[in-house]
């Protein structure tokens, strides 16, 4: 896990960014009901959590530049023993000093008391505006307040300005600490998915798949998934963000598989292709063939100093030109890639960044050219080729045919490292584990 020096120093350089006259407000995420008296599993906000490391819902994190009592004030549940028995323990005032390294800490219940004074003593506040309608409304009412005190000598706030747009481009680039939660965390989705590939049989249904990969992530310590996992199998491969995850999977049919856990509040990201069967066809084999150069290709362009798009670039050039070799399409690849033809088998980007979030943090562009790759990012490599039943001037051989490839890639100062490279992709090597099965 993180150590508390760590999430002491991420505040340490917002705060140096921030400078003196600033406050920076972070609210909790909220708990969300599912249904009645029943709640979603508590998962907190990724901003939120990144600077505090607090996991509890109910609270706000406030940042001083400069204030000599405290420059980080947490406020959050109080101790409650009668609460604490049905929920569970809370950090409460002490603990989130003494536990998460809070200068001082505060009942949420005093919030309206406490804050607004706070506020009168900064000129700018860093926040994220949008993302919590509640409090939106409550710090407008405060600063409103604070303003119309300006006889008196109070002025407040003069200027807001957007705090993930910092957050975020500190979130894009990882230390040592949270590649190594990445790599656990890909590890143990590596074996998941090695796992479907031993068990899956015809006859099985996809939410069978589904459920063997939940098993096999918590057994080895990560209960939770980054998302929702997409199994289809046959022509539901072909439907991108497929997770009704219901139907058989079907003798001579491929499977893909999309599926990631969360450990440490740290996410992974793998797809894998395979044949139901343990074997493939000519014809699987000869698109998934093409998806897997593709991928390659990318991935080696992952590497400092190149640009965010020059992996999707070169996915693009290998699948165009892989297409025109099967007879899929027709014409010079450069044009075929001008006119954006390709996209009738290939139509998403091939990649994005990936850390706390699955679909992470961070601008693609600066400056309106396209982001120069640096140590510390990590990004998906995720082409694809998707065929479904009945597409006219393909022969039917390929017909229901969806594959995807996916891993993810930390940028190191030598070039990168495929973090995910356990999870078997190689012909040979998935064919090979699921006939041993």
């Known amino acids: 896990m993180i150590k508390p020096a760590e999430f002491k120093r991420r505040r340490r350089q917002l705060i140096q960014m921030m400078g003196p006259g600033a406050v920076a407000i972070l609210p909790a995420a909220p708990e969300v009901v599912r249904n009645r008296d029943v709640h979603y599993p508590y998962r907190p906000d990724s901003d939120f959590y990144y600077l505090t490391g607090f996991?509890?819902?109910?609270?706000?994190?406030?940042?001083?530049?400069?204030?000599?009592?405290?420059?980080?004030?947490?406020?959050?549940?109080?101790?409650?023993e009668k609460r604490e028995r049905w929920d569970g323990p809370r950090a409460g005032q002490e603990g989130a000093v003494?536990?998460?390294?809070?200068?001082?800490?505060?009942?949420?219940?005093?919030?309206?008391?406490?804050?607004p004074g706070l506020l009168e003593q900064c000129t700018r506040v860093f926040y994220a505006m949008g993302s919590n309608p509640d409090l939106d409304k409550r710090l407008a009412d405060w600063v409103n307040q604070i303003r119309r005190k300006?006889?008196?000598?109070?002025?407040?706030?003069?200027?807001?300005?957007?705090?993930?747009?910092?957050?975020?481009?500190?979130?894009?680039?990882?230390?040592?600490?949270?590649?190594?939660?990445?790599?656990?965390?890909?590890?143990?989705?590596a074996a998941a998915h090695a796992r479907l590939m031993q068990t899956c049989r015809p006859g099985m249904h996809e939410y069978e798949l589904e459920a063997e990969f939940g098993h096999e992530c918590a057994t080895r310590g990560a209960r939770f998934q980054?998302?929702?996992?997409?199994?289809?199998?046959?022509?539901?491969?072909?439907?991108l963000h497929y997770v009704d995850n219901r139907d058989e999977l079907r003798d001579g049919d491929l499977v893909l598989v999309d599926a990631g856990c969360e450990y440490g509040y740290y996410a992974s990201d793998i797809t894998r292709t395979f044949p139901v069967n343990g074997q493939f066809s000519p014809a699987q084999r000869a698109v998934y063939e093409l998806v897997l150069?593709?991928?390659?290709?990318?991935?080696?362009?992952?590497?400092?100093?190149?640009?965010?798009?020059?992996?999707?670039?070169?996915?693009?050039?290998?699948?165009?030109?892989?297409?025109?070799?099967?007879?899929?399409?027709?014409?010079?690849?450069?044009?075929?890639?001008k006119d954006g033809s390709y996209t009738k088998f290939y139509m998403?980007?091939?990649?994005?960044?990936?850390?706390?979030?699955?679909?992470?943090?961070?601008?693609?562009?600066?400056?309106?050219?396209?982001?120069?790759?640096?140590?510390?990012?990590?990004?998906?490599?995720?082409?694809?080729?998707?065929?479904?039943?009945?597409?006219?001037?393909?022969?039917?051989?390929?017909?229901?045919?969806?594959?995807?490839?996916?891993?993810?890639?930390?940028?190191?100062k030598e070039g990168h490292e495929v973090l995910t490279r356990d999870a078997p992709k190689d012909v040979a090597d998935i064919e090979a584990l699921m006939q041993a099965r």
């Open 55 to 80: 996991p509890e819902p109910e609270a706000i994190a406030v940042l001083i530049p400069g204030r000599k009592p405290a420059e980080y004030v947490l406020f959050c549940r109080e101790r409650d």
């Open 98 to 115: 003494r536990d998460y390294g809070a200068d001082d800490s505060f009942p949420i219940a005093d919030v309206e008391e406490i804050l």
């Open 150 to 189: 300006a006889r008196a000598g109070v002025h407040g706030p003069l200027e807001f300005v957007a705090l993930d747009h910092y957050l975020h481009e500190m979130r894009l680039y990882k230390s040592a600490g949270e590649a190594a939660l990445m790599r656990h965390a890909a590890r143990i989705t």
């Open 226 to 239: 980054a998302y929702p996992a997409i199994v289809g199998g046959g022509c539901n491969a072909c439907v």
């Open 293 to 337: 150069a593709a991928q390659e290709a990318a991935i080696a362009k992952a590497r400092p100093g190149n640009h965010w798009n020059d992996p999707h670039d070169a996915a693009v050039r290998t699948i165009t030109k892989g297409l025109v070799d099967l007879g899929l399409l027709k014409g010079t690849v450069a044009k075929l890639i």
């Open 348 to 412: 998403h980007r091939t990649g994005h960044w990936l850390g706390m979030d699955v679909h992470d943090v961070g601008d693609y562009k600066v400056d309106g050219a396209w982001r120069e790759l640096e140590p510390g990012m990590v990004m998906t490599v995720e082409p694809g080729i998707y065929i479904p039943p009945g597409m006219r001037g393909v022969p039917k051989k390929y017909w229901g045919i969806g594959v995807r490839i996916e891993d993810d890639v930390l940028i190191t």
